[in-house]
């Protein structure tokens, strides 16, 4: 119970004073203290012979103004009601250095302290108690105020029947003052799927009555979990546990718990309907509310991403080759700094091991430590290097063990580090230990967090643990990443907070993420989407479908679908079929779009068998106008479609735009970059381009995209090019053919004022120099 003004069975010992508690104001004696809620003390009071339970804000909360409005804002429900199935207001003084109320003070368990001191009510009591609190709960809303919490333990059993209790975080429909962003508070495991999603309405006390009255008959909750992210999904999406119930009170409370609150009655509906069965009259007209119950207590989940599980993925240029992808789905400004051509090793090493998270992508902000840089290797180094890496993505381990240990020979850390991978890859641990040690002595840092993983791979926890710790005190930020998680799975989420903020404010960008989620886990939605926002822009795109749900909760499908559109541009799988479900059931998209997403999504590698499930049951019921094996089991295209909704276009031309032609042939050169030419010789003037611009061969309708790019000269004759890593092609478009085509632009106040033309690339067959 959060913010409860009565929040304890007052049947309970009354607790002593503390020595700062005060022992009289406003007129009332204290007698003592009957607990704390979310921002309050709660006392027993005495005034001319009358008690009363008495909450005060704590001192050192006063100075909040959102729990003073909160405050204010249960006096005014509160003392709106009259009802003799509601705990009486008495009075209030707002005008005191600690503003107070006092509300009638009741002797008697709670519903939740009975039915585990006592077991399930009868179901004669059952029923009698069910009206009674559905009779208070409909004078509230008949006042227009909706309590939020109706849960077990804010309903006191007294001599008088039951009393509904605990106004604190009661909400009045038309008080503008109570923001979405504190909504979600309440008791978890009696909340409705709209509570969680930031609503208040009306129909969410009639659910969680629903919940509380399984409670009392069953002595179990109706939907369970150890944390809030499960009660959450079992509540949005699954049964709710009726247990051993009779018919009777099934058929009663079976509505109440309907995913969808048009689906649900009223509770002048249930009332009258209790009336009846008391007068053994049956369930009458409220019998069609029963009507395909099974699939209205049910619904089906949109994916965020929060239930995968980490896997370690060979990531070859993690930091060079991932960023470029989120550059070239967002549009981030390219570098355009003419530098002289020379060739280059990637940055990162072979393998940046994913440091521990819910989504198997590597992360693009891991780096090494070490003062190494692949600019100051020399010439055998870096073709060793090259080398490594060829027979490796080619399964030649023996081969790629052979230059990585040239490479570290000359007492390289990158290929230190290499040596340590090929060798985990050969399944030699105790090697690949050896090496990795090495490595980090080296300076290599992402060594800190292979050799961790490895070790607690092999049941090794403490020295795993304090290898990562030791990556921590070098500020690794992929060490503090992944030691976050495994102490989050341990339980330790005060220190795993800590360091996923500590290397979010360094730049980690899978920290980023993981902070967000626990934000979301304690229901501090505005902040989650906050720092899921911030992972997305550096460079995590799996955020994007986290954003995507948080934005389909509160109902803003035009945002929803605006982050899986970038979602379903990263290629992820959950993304492709959280947008196809948006576009057929929100935008009553009736074109072959959602059936396109979920047939690629169905192709993805590694796909998950609860989503593969979810996609296959969505082909069915929608791709197909008679079975679904036609469609299920036909091959998606083996070229990938582009389609100009996935990506921001190239921005709308001038009239008077000018065309020239590009010099020269583009290529792919030895290092996997496409090389556009734009000068001959250095003779000649560099063309005063802003962006480079790229669209597959064969699909001429799809639109320019922009694309990152630097400008470089050729030393050996001056001429200038644009250098684009195919790097980002090979991730997107994986295993399938492609064929680039390119054209340089000017762009000025947001148009195209020039354009420098295409020239087929060598892949293209009908090519004519």
Known sequence: MLFGAYPYSVNSNVQPLKASD?????GWKILGRLGEGGYSTIFLGEKKKQLAAIKMIRKELMSNTQVYERFVTEINNIEKLSHPGIAKFIEDDLATDVPFIAVEYIEGKTLEQKVIDEGPLSETEWLEYLEEVASALDYCHSKKITHKDVSPGNIIL????????????????????????????????YMSPEHWAGLATNAMDIFSLGSTFIFAATGQPAFSGEINSQIQFSSSYLDPNFGEMTKTQKNLLTPLLYKKTEDRPSLSELISTINMIKETKGIGAYGRYLKRSEKKLIDKPRYSKRTRLPSKSLALGVALGLLSVVLFVYFISNSRNIETSSPEVVASPINSSTPLARTPSASPTSEPLSTYSPASANSVVKANLDKTRDAYYAGDYKSALKFALLAAAEGDAHGTY???????KLNKPDLAITWYQKAIKLGYGDAFLNLGHLYIDQKKDAEG?????????????????????YLESKGNIDRAKALYLQASKLGNAMSMYNYGFLMEEEGNKPEAKKWYLKSLDAGYTDAATAVGFLFEQEADWVNAKKYYEISAAAQDPYGMYNLAIALGNHFNDKGPRPCELLNKALSSKDLESDLKKDILSAIAKGCSSTSSSSIVNKSPSATPVLNSEKFTVSPPMASNVVTTAIFGRIFLDSLNYWRVILTNSKSETVPPITGVQFRLLGYPDAGWMGVPYKLKVEPSNGSVYAEVDDMMFSILFKNNPYCPEFRAVREENGKIVKIWEKTKPECATNYTP
Request: glycine share 10%; no cysteine; charged share 20%.
């Open 465 to 485: 643990v304090a290898v990562l710790e030791a990556g921590v005190l070098r500020n690794h930020t992929g060490s503090m990443n992944s030691l976050a998680f």
């Open 418 to 424: 290499d040596v340590a991978m090929v060798y985990e």
């Open 158 to 189: 007294s001599k008088d029947g039951p009393k509904l209790i605990d106004f604190g975080i009661s909400h009045r429909v038309d008080d503008p003052r109570v923001t979405q962003g504190d909504e979600t508070v309440g008791t978890p495991a």
């Open 22 to 26: 005060p022992t009289s104001f406003g």
